[in-house]
């Protein structure tokens, strides 16, 4: 199994032991400031099938630190991170900020076009601005993070030839229509992700959530689209192993 979107801190060790046991053996390990890249690419010399992913997330768009988008251009074109991101835009904290998010969103999506890598999208409370944002910056290998988005976001996605990732919010009681369109869409268009250490699924709501959680998902995602848990298992690692290379 695959976990396409975590973020791993200092006890990344005990955290992967846990994930490797239950049979998530790849992470990807989403790294969004320069200490957190230097411990991405130490992770990913000591485990192979932990690649790192390096962009500035939304909410730290307005506080970069110097040097930091540099550092993402040289880890890309040297082929060290398999992903560019998490980009994108946040209304949920403040509006305040988001003319410097789309000037760091629209060179995260210039940086992977050219470099032909696949851009992790974060979008919170921004799906229309998001859309047309996306509609004038043409995005060619998109991944709609954390997917939390209506059936029209998951169509418009669909059409622009994206992925959606579903994280453990997907196995939340009342997330009714996230469940309806992870039942309707293609199985070849999901992905699968605990967006770690934040969000675990049922039935660790309120706890530290980790990579070794991904089979709970996996689980809620077979029952959704009626598929033997084995089909949905390997389908989502063959999308996950071609988009990212790996
Ligand atoms: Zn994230």
Same mark, same amino acid.
């Given at each position: 199994?695959?976990?396409?979107?975590?973020?791993l801190?200092?006890?990344y060790?005990?955290?992967?032991?846990?994930?490797?046991?239950?049979?998530?053996?790849?992470?990807?390990?989403?790294?969004?400031?320069?200490?957190?890249?230097e411990?991405?690419?130490k992770?990913?010399?000591?485990?192979?099938?932990?690649?790192?992913?390096?962009? $500035?997330?939304?909410?730290?768009?307005?506080?970069?630190?110097?040097?930091?988008?540099?550092?993402?251009?040289?880890?890309?074109?040297?082929?060290?991170?398999?992903? $560019?991101?998490?980009?994108?835009?946040?209304l949920?904290?403040?509006?305040?900020?988001?003319?410097?998010?789309?000037?760091?969103f629209?060179?995260?999506i210039?940086?992977?076009?050219?470099?032909?890598?696949?851009?992790?999208?974060?979008?919170?409370?921004?799906?229309?601005?998001?859309?047309?944002?996306?509609?004038?910056?043409?995005?060619?290998?998109?991944?709609?993070?954390?997917?939390?988005?209506?059936f029209?976001?998951?169509?418009?996605?669909?059409?622009?030839?994206?992925?959606?990732?579903?994280s453990?919010?997907?196995?939340?009681?009342?997330?009714?229509?996230?469940?309806?369109?992870?039942?309707?869409?293609?199985?070849?268009?999901?992905?699968?992700?605990?967006?770690?250490?934040?969000l675990?699924?049922?039935?660790?709501?309120?706890?530290?959530?980790?990579?070794?959680? $991904?089979?709970?998902?996996?689980?809620?995602?077979?029952?959704?689209?009626?598929?033997?848990?084995?089909?949905?298992?390997?389908?989502?690692?063959?999308?996950?192993?071609?988009?990212?290379g790996?």
């Amino acid at each position: 199994m695959i976990d396409t979107h975590c973020h791993l801190g200092e006890d990344y060790k005990e955290v992967l032991k846990r994930a490797f046991e239950i049979g998530v053996d790849h992470v990807i390990n989403i790294c969004i400031d320069v200490l957190d890249i230097e411990r991405g690419l130490k992770i990913h010399r000591e485990y192979p099938t932990v690649p790192a992913v390096a962009g $500035i997330h939304p909410c730290h768009a307005h506080e970069v630190e110097n040097g930091h988008f540099d550092l993402i251009c040289g880890l890309a074109s040297t082929k060290k991170i398999v992903a $560019i991101g998490e980009t994108g835009l946040d209304l949920h904290h403040s509006q305040k900020h988001l003319a410097i998010q789309k000037e760091y969103f629209k060179k995260h999506i210039e940086l992977a076009n050219d470099l032909d890598l696949p851009l992790s999208i974060h979008c919170r409370n921004a799906y229309q601005e998001l859309i047309d944002f996306i509609e004038k910056n043409r995005v060619k290998k998109g991944i709609l993070h954390c997917f939390a988005g209506s059936f029209e976001v998951a169509r418009w996605a669909l059409e622009k030839g994206f992925y959606l990732s579903f994280s453990g919010v997907v196995t939340f009681k009342n997330a009714t229509q996230m469940q309806e369109i992870a039942a309707s869409i293609p199985l070849e268009r999901m992905l699968v992700e605990t967006d770690a250490p934040w969000l675990p699924p049922e039935p660790f709501r309120g706890k530290t959530n980790e990579p070794a959680y $991904i089979p709970y998902i996996i689980e809620k995602i077979s029952r959704l689209q009626k598929k033997p848990r084995a089909e949905v298992e390997e389908k989502i690692l063959k999308t996950s192993k071609e988009l990212f290379g790996l």
